[in-house]
């Protein structure tokens, strides 16, 4: 479950919202933009930070590395001698360089370091999408970028790297829901045990908002994150692999919250604060689907197979009370949640713990 707790003030008005209701999570390398968990020490740090926060919760923050063009082998080494569950790529790994006078797209990330997260059974979980030079240097759309950063993902890591496992984050496309639909049953040993080797996460945005929503009418940035929510094909073909019951997708919230003046200013930043209201919102996905017996799978089980964890022991129950709505806080200090101010028929009534 992808989500970024942040550090902080901010990190202490958000991560109740994960802890209080999760048994763990992914923590995504970027707490802030400027102070990456980059090696094993940062790890050690920041996850200091987050049991700091979570005490009396149970809830246990599984950690990741950010790739960048430094990151060693030994880098590697040590970040999984820390306990690190994956280690991520953001599309700050792709540069666009001049190559027989036109341009090229390539990963800056040494091919030695796939190379030992391949041998030692390290998840690549990535953000796929070209960086934003792309619109300029080969004048590819924002809308088009994680589909072309598949095509080079497929050629310069999933082709030349058979053993290392992907999980390609928040997919935003339809194209991108085949690429990892078509993989399913690819299973790559580790430790003896046979692990899918392609999966992907589903996260919220993309499960509920279209490119209009963001900006069809007005400027929504509350909305707006990335991948930006592209066409209604690509929301129904999301849609459809979430409720599919096919072990490749899993929620990853992608929670990513900033705080009101980080949002509204000429240059906001991405990503929709989702923590409190993910789960009342997917009941109600599944539910239109005639599709409530597949939450669990969805949520709690299919995201542990990809990491072969063992699955939680708690329960969280949701109900569904129309005349007792969850009522969504308009903010959150200072930080404006997804579906601001709405009612909710479905909402948490208690969670069980481990
Ligand atoms: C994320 C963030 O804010 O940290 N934003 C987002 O829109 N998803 C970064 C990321 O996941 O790429
Ligand atoms: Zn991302
Ligand atoms: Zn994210």
Redesign the pocket.
């Known amino acids: 479950m992808?989500f970024?707790p942040r550090t902080g003030s901010v990190q202490q008005t958000v991560i109740g919202h994960t802890a209080r209701v999760f048994a763990r999570g992914i923590v995504?390398p970027?707490p802030t933009p400027t102070e990456p968990i980059l090696t094993a020490k940062d790890v050690r740090l920041r996850r200091a930070e987050l049991v700091r926060n979570t005490q009396g919760t149970g809830f246990t923050p599984l950690m990741t590395i950010k790739l960048t063009r430094d990151t060693t082998p030994q880098i590697i080494d040590g970040a999984v001698e820390e306990g690190v569950v994956a280690a991520k790529g953001?599309?700050d790994i792709i540069e666009i360089v001049k190559s027989y006078g036109g341009w090229e797209s390539r990963f800056v990330v040494p091919d030695e370091t796939f190379g030992r997260m391949e041998e030692v059974g390290l998840p690549f979980s990535w953000?796929c999408e070209l960086p934003p030079d792309a619109g300029e240097k080969l004048g590819i759309p924002f809308t088009q970028r994680e589909v072309e950063c598949l095509a080079l993902t497929e050629a310069a890591i999933y082709s030349r790297f058979p053993r290392l496992r992907i999980i390609v984050?928040?997919l935003s496309t339809a194209e991108a829901v085949r690429w990892v639909g078509n993989k399913l049953g690819e299973t790559v040993e580790v430790n003896g045990v046979a692990l899918p080797r392609v999966a992907g996460t589903l996260?919220i945005?993309h499960l509920f908002l279209t490119i209009d929503d963001v900006g069809g009418a007005k400027l929504h940035p509350h909305l707006?994150?990335?991948?930006t929510p592209r066409f209604y094909e690509d929301l129904s073909s999301i849609r459809a692999a979430a409720v599919s019951g096919l072990p490749c997708w899993s929620l990853g919230t992608?929670s990513?919250?900033?705080t009101r003046w980080r949002k509204e200013c000429p240059e906001g930043?991405?990503?929709?604060f989702s923590a409190p209201v993910a789960l009342p919102a997917l009941a109600g996905l599944f539910e239109q689907a005639g599709r409530l017996d597949r939450l669990e799978d969805f949520v709690a089980k299919f995201g542990a197979d990809f990491y072969g964890l063992p699955y939680n022991e708690g329960k969280i129950t949701l109900v569904k009370d129309p005349e007792q709505p969850m009522k969504v806080r308009r903010e959150y200090g200072g930080i404006v949640p997804y579906l601001a101010g709405e009612f909710l028929p479905w909402r948490i009534a208690g969670t069980t713990s481990n």
Do not use: I, R, S, V
């Not at 707006?224 to 991948?227: A, N």
């Not at 930043?269 to 929709?272: F, Q, R």
């Open positions: 992808h970024h995504m970027n953001f599309p953000h984050e928040h996260a945005p707006f994150c990335k991948p992608d990513a919250p900033w930043n991405a990503g929709l």
